[in-house]
């Protein structure tokens, strides 16, 4: 059995399908911890893969909107507390 390596066009789409999974997942993840650094990964996944063709758009839209959503809950605590929700070194 010879196995060749597929196509560069069937890898970008996989990438591309790759890349809207992790943008959903990152959103997902960043509304409960660390929004401030997963926030903006989902953003930039989701446009990547969108940009790439994925056949997931729905997810990358999703990636997408959760992102955003990451940064807003992130604003939104910072002015409720008026400080930010979280601690660099240890205060």
Request: overall charge positive; cysteine-free; proline content about 5%.
């Amino acid at each position: 059995m010879h196995l060749t390596a597929p196509p560069a066009a069937e890898a970008g789409r996989r990438d591309a399908e790759g890349m809207a999974v992790a943008s959903f997942v990152t959103g997902l993840a960043g509304l409960l911890v660390l929004n401030l650094i997963l926030g903006p990964t989902a953003i930039v996944l989701a446009v990547l893969a969108l940009r790439r063709g994925t056949p997931r758009r729905f997810r990358a839209w999703l990636g997408l909107g959760l992102g955003i959503a990451d940064l807003v809950v992130l604003g939104v605590l910072t002015l409720v507390q008026g400080t930010t929700p979280w601690v660099v070194w240890g205060g």
